[in-house]
């Protein structure tokens, strides 16, 4: 899924990657991508009855700066949330300031750093033409491969736009702009290429896949005569054992 929104005043930008699964929350990113200090926050977007919540901030992420995200989440709710849920009833009234964020924002830095312990970072990313496989080298030297038609997004798109491919300072997340396709690293790695809808399709592929393959063997061997039946002195000399 997309970049949603940009607020170019603040030089905030909203993404929701597709590959990140319930509860429903968006990432912003503070700076241009090829800033090498751009840091992020995971805000839970909320619900027509309940505001906006902080997740995770990069450290590196301003307290005011956190504000202001919070107030673009909070504003545009409507937005990010799914189309048919109606929110002028709403019964949240609250503009978010410093105050009274400032427990949540040491709690949520305490949750982004906890998070860098334990998940995945990316080094980089790049697309290999030859061997048709998007290539995620992570900061402690393993690498990562997958074929772009696994992910959502990615499966027709063209050698150009696969190459144009980066990952976030924090090493969190793979963007292809020219794609509007967003992914996080950590459900990459654990195998997760989309939408749970996605996924159910991904699966159902490869079961038909497989079940193309048993049958065209089974044609096969039986343009052979059919399995190769047992060996009758093997058979017996099995009896005697």
Request: proline share 4%; aromatic share 8%; charged share 25%.
């Amino acid at each position: 899924m997309p970049k949603i929104l940009e607020d170019k005043a603040n030089n905030l930008t909203v993404y929701i990657y597709t590959n990140d699964h319930e509860p429903a929350h968006v990432h912003i990113f503070k700076g241009r991508k090829t800033d090498t200090n751009k840091a992020d926050v995971k805000i839970y977007i909320g619900s027509e009855t309940e505001p906006p919540r902080l997740i995770e901030a990069d450290p590196n992420f301003k307290n005011q700066d956190i504000v202001k995200a919070m107030n673009l989440v909070a504003n545009n709710q409507e937005l990010f949330l799914e189309s048919g849920i109606k929110y002028m009833a709403r019964q949240w009234k609250k503009e978010f300031n410093l105050e009274g964020l400032q427990e949540e924002i040491e709690q949520a830095k305490a949750a982004y750093q906890q998070a860098e312990a334990t998940e995945p970072y990316a080094e980089s990313v790049s697309y290999d033409q030859n061997e048709n496989l998007i290539v995620i080298k992570l900061k402690n030297g393993a690498r990562v491969s997958f074929p772009p038609n696994l992910a959502q997004g990615l499966e027709n798109a063209s050698p150009e736009q696969l190459a144009d491919v980066w990952v976030s300072a924090s090493g969190r997340s793979i963007h292809w702009d020219s794609l509007d396709a967003d992914f996080s690293l950590a459900n990459l790695v654990a195998g997760i290429f989309g939408t749970k809808a996605w996924m159910a399709e991904i699966g159902r592929r490869g079961g038909k896949v497989t079940s193309e393959a048993k049958q065209n063997a089974a044609r096969e061997n039986g343009k052979k005569g059919g399995r190769p039946k047992k060996n009758n002195q093997s058979q017996k000399h099995s009896q005697d054992r």
